[in-house]
């Protein structure tokens, strides 16, 4: 069982997402440990990116004010390694292909395991192509997280026989972003799944309530939140802490 794993073997998981460097990197370390103390079970970094393809307008700004503060994936490492001397909860990054193949494939993932990133997700991945990556992230002790989307109902047995981590399991058709309802029949997509897998299944996009979190996580093994998360950062800004505690809080203490 992978690290990424275990946080789920014993509760609903939480999962947050902020975008590194928004406002800075300094903060994005302490929001990640305010969110770890406020009960985030693991927290997805964001790395910027100037053309994010899967992403609301929230996040996408959050990318742009990020990458305008000169915001590098060598300085989200070393803040990464900094994080580490203070907790042990999984760090996950969300990217997509064009940096880490920018980066350089090996030494990427080589940096994720010397700075104890535990696992990836990137959006624009086909499955078909994720051979590309796969292998040196397995090399490296790094999970690389399948995504489900609602209109996977006839692939769900290929995508998650052989997923490691969590299963992302996208809740909207669309790009990120706060949802008022979330229409999609998400148990019996969850059922499909775990007919085939017994990986975790997580549920991301659009959920920003305690009641939505609550709602969901009775079938679902986690709740992922980013877009509501990034919203009070980007309102907020280096101020954030105290709301992003008692939101998160508000969220974990929903499906726990």
Do not use: W
């Not at 985030?40 to 053309?51: C, M, N, R, W």
């Not at 017994?198 to 991301?204: H, N, Y």
């Amino acid at each position: 069982m992978s690290k990424i794993s275990e946080i789920f073997k014993n509760n609903k998981a939480f999962i947050a997402f902020l975008t590194a460097g928004d406002p800075t990197l300094e903060k994005t370390a302490e929001f990640i440990l305010t969110m770890e103390k406020a009960g985030a079970d693991l927290v997805e970094i964001g790395i910027p990116f100037s053309d994010p393809i899967a992403e609301g307008p929230v996040i996408e700004k959050a990318n742009l004010r990020a990458l305008s503060v000169g915001t590098t994936t060598d300085k989200i490492f070393d803040m990464v390694k900094r994080v580490r001397t203070k907790t042990q909860m999984p760090l996950v990054f969300l990217t997509y292909m064009n940096p880490v193949f920018v980066y350089g494939v090996e030494k990427f993932f080589k940096n994720c395991r010397e700075t104890g990133i535990n696992g990836i997700i990137i959006p624009d991945l086909p499955y078909e192509e994720k051979n590309e990556v796969l292998g040196v992230a397995t090399a490296y002790d790094v999970d690389v997280i399948t995504l489900i989307a609602p209109t996977s109902k006839d692939r769900i047995q290929t995508l998650a026989k052989d997923a490691t981590g969590f299963i992302y399991l996208v809740s909207s058709m669309g790009v990120t972003g706060v949802r008022s309802e979330i229409k999609t029949d998400i148990n019996a997509i969850i059922a499909d799944i775990k007919q085939v897998s017994k990986t975790p299944v997580a549920v991301g996009f659009g959920i920003s309530t305690p009641v939505q979190a609550k709602e969901i996580s009775k079938t679902a093994d986690g709740v992922i939140v980013g877009s509501a998360i990034v919203r009070i950062i980007a309102e907020h800004g280096e101020n954030a802490g105290d709301v992003l505690f008692k939101y998160v809080k508000s969220l974990k203490d929903a499906i726990s």
